[in-house]
């Protein structure tokens, strides 16, 4: 049996894949837990979901710090506080610094609402249909020092529809990440995931 897995979840909204990653470590599909829940934003429902749930629920105010790295510090701080060994961005809508992935080498992981490396970066739904695809999705990755180019762990396709809006596509999009998600977690805690290279090998 491998170590546990103390699962950090970083969140800035409606943290509706924390949910989904809550609720099948309530079902026992993952066998871990999320010892702690921290936004950059007081009002994030994200925050409210973790109490509910009875797990740690924690605001840092990025505005009280110098800068990037500063924050990372104590984010850093935070999460080893709470002895997490994996961190999930579940819709943290902050760039992080190599202070923070030096201090969890491949252990960061992220959802994207696009098939990586299309549509990188904030309105990937709005750059799908501005671009015209017939098929867009979602990607899990390792986070590594660029914007949406880590390892992809797992992805999964949505067709784009001819009468879709933003909100129509973003919703299709988000019941895959909310099975993908979970799934990339539970692979993750079961020690089947190894990167070699910009290979993530799945056993
Ligand atoms: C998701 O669309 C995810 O792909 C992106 O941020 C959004 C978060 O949604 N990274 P939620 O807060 O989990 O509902």
Redesign the pocket.
């Given at each position: 049996m491998a170590n546990a897995v103390n699962i950090g979840v970083l969140?800035?909204?409606?943290?509706?894949?924390?949910?989904?990653i809550i609720d099948r470590i309530e079902d026992g599909t993952i066998p871990a837990r999320i010892t702690c829940v921290i936004s950059n934003n007081a009002g994030a429902?994200?925050l409210q979901r973790a109490e509910k749930h009875g797990i740690p629920a924690v605001h840092m105010d990025h505005r009280i710090f110098s800068g990037r790295e500063s924050y990372d510090t104590a984010m850093v701080e935070a999460l080893k506080q709470y002895d997490v060994n994996l961190v999930v961005?579940?819709?943290?809508?902050r760039i992080i610094t190599p202070v923070f992935l030096d201090a969890f080498p491949l252990a960061v992981m992220?959802?994207?609402?696009a098939l990586l490396p299309s549509f990188p970066g904030i309105h990937?739904?709005r750059q799908a249909l501005d671009y015209g695809v017939k098929f867009t999705g979602?990607t899990t990755h390792f986070v590594d020092a660029g914007t949406d180019t880590g390892p992809i762990i797992m992805q999964s396709v949505v067709p784009v529809l001819p009468d879709d809006t933003e909100e129509s596509l973003?919703a299709r999009?988000?019941i895959e990440?909310h099975r993908v998600f979970p799934e990339s977690v539970r692979l993750f805690v079961e020690g089947r995931l190894t990167v070699d290279g910009r290979r993530v090998i799945v056993s």
């Open positions: 969140v800035s909204g409606n943290g509706s894949n924390l949910q989904a429902y994200g961005l579940a819709g943290f809508m992220n959802i994207h609402p990937a739904q979602c973003s999009i988000q990440e």
